[in-house]
């Protein structure tokens, strides 16, 4: 056999096994998107999500989002808290567990979360994996737990590191610049956007969005804080702002069946175009669906 048919024989060492994490590394798009623009600002998403999942749940109330003056982002909620104890199958903390293998997660147990935005459990660890560094502090059970990665490895065991009296989980990530050539940098209007249509679509949760980097005329840090009380009917009253409404009050309505709540909210106005927004457990749902045919 020539050295060139040699060359391209295709045998047992040709084929690759990679682990979950060099997996997101190798082809990060399958996970999030694109190594864009897009795809950096869903790093965050995909963190804030599990702290909107302890708020639908009903444990959390309160979420902070921060952009640092390095463009890595704090993510900071009074939620349970992600545990710590140790995982039995995978003989380390149930926190290196989800941070650090892809599919884990606490909503593939229906009696954790009984709904949640996405069910891959792709999710922190996967931030993690394109981070070029990653600080995972857990306040729960009166104690403050602590972890640190980079590249979604595990620079020590977690560790106990004082005690609170707080509730909650405080994430802080770096993007690998490595992975994301075109730019690291967050766009504040981009993040206070979603943050604020989380707030619609979550009543009664505070979000806080704070820039670091920028500074308003009174010299404190750019911040805005959304909270809403009617949820989707002060939403469609945002998104209709600038039209002429034809009736007074928005229409809502909600309801359960088979344990699925759907929520409703509308309003007619002067103009001809339609415009209609779906989401599904916080997802907007840009292709529609059955919900929306069924609507």
């Known amino acids: 056999m020539s050295e060139e048919a040699n060359k391209k024989q295709y045998s047992a060492d040709s084929i690759q096994a990679l682990e979950g994490m060099e997996h997101v590394r190798m082809r990060p798009s399958m996970y999030i998107g694109d190594v864009g623009v897009r795809g ?18 009903g444990y959390c109330d309160t979420i902070s989002v921060t952009i640092n003056e390095d463009n890595s982002i704090t993510t900071k909620d ?4 992600i545990p710590v104890d140790l995982h039995k199958k995978e003989g380390v903390s149930a926190l290196e567990v989800v941070m650090t293998k892809i599919g884990a997660g606490g909503k593939f147990d229906k009696d954790s ?18 981070s070029n560094h990653l600080k995972a502090t857990v306040h729960r059970d009166g104690k403050i737990w602590e972890q640190e990665y980079e590249r979604g490895k595990a620079l020590y065991p977690v560790k106990s590191v004082g005690e609170t009296d707080y509730r909650g989980t405080i994430v802080t990530f770096k993007p690998d610049d490595t992975i994301f050539t075109q ?4 766009s504040y209007e981009t993040l206070s956007n979603r943050m604020r249509e989380l707030s619609f ?27 809403s009380n009617e ?6 009253k945002f998104l209709d702002g600038n039209r002429e409404p034809l009736i007074q009050n928005v229409i809502s309505m909600e309801g359960e069946k088979n344990d699925i709540p759907v929520e409703v909210a509308m309003i007619y106005n002067t103009s001809y175009t339609e415009n209609l927004h779906s989401y599904v457990n916080n997802i907007n749902t840009h292709e529609g669906g059955t919900h929306l045919s069924r609507f």
């Not at 979360?113 to 394109?130: E, F, Q, R």
């Not at 949820?231 to 469609?236: D, I, M, N, P, Q």
């Open 40 to 57: 950096l600002h869903h790093l965050v998403y995909e963190v804030v999500d599990n702290s909107i999942d302890e708020a639908m749940g």
């Open 78 to 81: 009074n939620g349970r808290g």
């Open 113 to 130: 979360y009984k709904v949640s935005g996405g069910l891959h459990g792709v999710g922190v660890s996967c931030v993690n994996a394109l």
């Open 183 to 186: 730019t690291i940098e967050y």
């Open 201 to 227: 679509l979550n009543k009664g949760v505070t979000i806080t969005i704070t820039d670091r980097r920028r500074k308003d005329d009174k010299g404190e840090f750019v911040s805005e804080t959304f909270f």
């Open 231 to 236: 949820g989707l009917k002060e939403f469609v």
